[in-house]
C-alpha cells in the first residue's frame, strides 16, 4: 500500500541507548523522519507542541510520570497515534493491555537481536499507516469509562432464530478494541464465529479474561475438531496455526499447521477461503481493524459466491488499511461503524418469517 504522507515521529525513553536505537531504526524508512527524542513525558509534552508529532512511540517506564498516565494526556489532550514500545510488554501482558484500553494503536516489545529485522519491518509499517491517517485516536479516553465493567448488556427479549449462517471474522492491529466492543453486544444463542486475531502471545490471556467476563457468548480459544455452534465464538490466535473451514453442513474448524500464507499465520484470507468453498452464501465475513493486506483475497472469494461481506469503515478503526485494501479491490458489500457490525451480522443469520414458510 502507497503511502503519501511522511510520518513525523517524537520517540519518548528514558534510556539514551533505547532513543538513538528506535531514531536510528525508524529513520532506516525513506518516508519517516524522527523530529524529536526525550527522555520524560515532561520534556516530550513540549514537543509535542513546538514539532507536531503524527506519531509517538512511548515507553511505559519513565521517570516522573510514566507512560500510562502520558498516554491518557495526550489522547485527552492532543489526540496522536501512540505506538508503546516497553520491556513490561514481555513480562506485565496486563500493564500492556491497560495502554491498548487507553487508547495505544499497539504495544511491541523491545527487540531482541533475535528478531530485530522483524520487529523493524513491523514497526515501520504501523508508524506509515498511522501517519497517513489510517490510525485513528481520541475516542478512547471517552469511551473507556462505559466499557470498564465486566457485566455485559442486557439480554434481548426473544431468542435469537439462527437461519444456519455462519460467521468469519478477522482483525490485527485494533482488533483488541474492536473485539472488546462488538463481541459483548451480540446475544448468547448468536450465530456461530470464528474469529482470526494478529496479538502478541502475551495478551492472549488476559483478553481471553475481559471477553469471557463481558460475553453473553460461549467465547474460547479454537479448538482443532471443534463444531461450529450457536452461541460460540472461537477465537484464532496460535501464530503456528491456520484455522480453516472443514465440511458443509455440520462445520467444524481445523487448526492446520503449514507454512504462512503471503507471510502471515494465522491467515485470515485462508479462513474466508476456506468458508468460501465449503459454506458459500451460507457464510458472512467482516474485516475489521489492521495493517497490511491479509483477508482481503479470502474475503474477495467469499463475496464471489453472493455471501455478504462487511468491512468497519474508516472512521471507526484503529489502522484501516486492511479494510481500505478489502474495499479497493471490491471484497466488501458493506462499509460499516464498528458500532453498526453486529446488527448488520445478526440480521444476516437471522431466520425470517419468509425462510420458514
Known sequence: MSFTHRARVLVVDDSLTMRAFFNALLERDKLIDVVGTAASADEARGMMIDLRPNVVT???EMPGMNGLDFLSEIMEQRPTPVIMLSSLTQQGAETSF????RGAIDCFPKPTSANREEFAQRLCALVL?????????????RDLPSRSGTAPPAAPPVAFDWNGKIVMMSASTGGVDA???LLPTLPADGPPMVITLQIEPEFVAPLMQRLKARCRAKVILAEDGRKLEPGL?????DPEAHAVIDRWPDPSVRLIYSNPVSGIRP???????????TAGTNAVGVMLTGIGTDGVAGLKALRATGAQTISQDSLSCLVDQAPAAARAAGAVELDLPLDQIAGAVLASCRRMAADAA
Open 98 to 101: 491497560e495502554a491498548l484500553e
Open 179 to 181: 473485539l472488546l466492543q
Open 129 to 141: 499507516a498511522s501517519a497517513n491517517g489510517s490510525g485513528r485516536t481520541g475516542r478512547y479516553a
Open 267 to 277: 491467515s485470515a484470507s485462508l479462513l474466508f477461503a476456506t468458508a468460501a468453498k
Open 58 to 60: 512511548l515507553d511505559i
Open 233 to 237: 465464538i472461537q477465537i484464532v490466535t
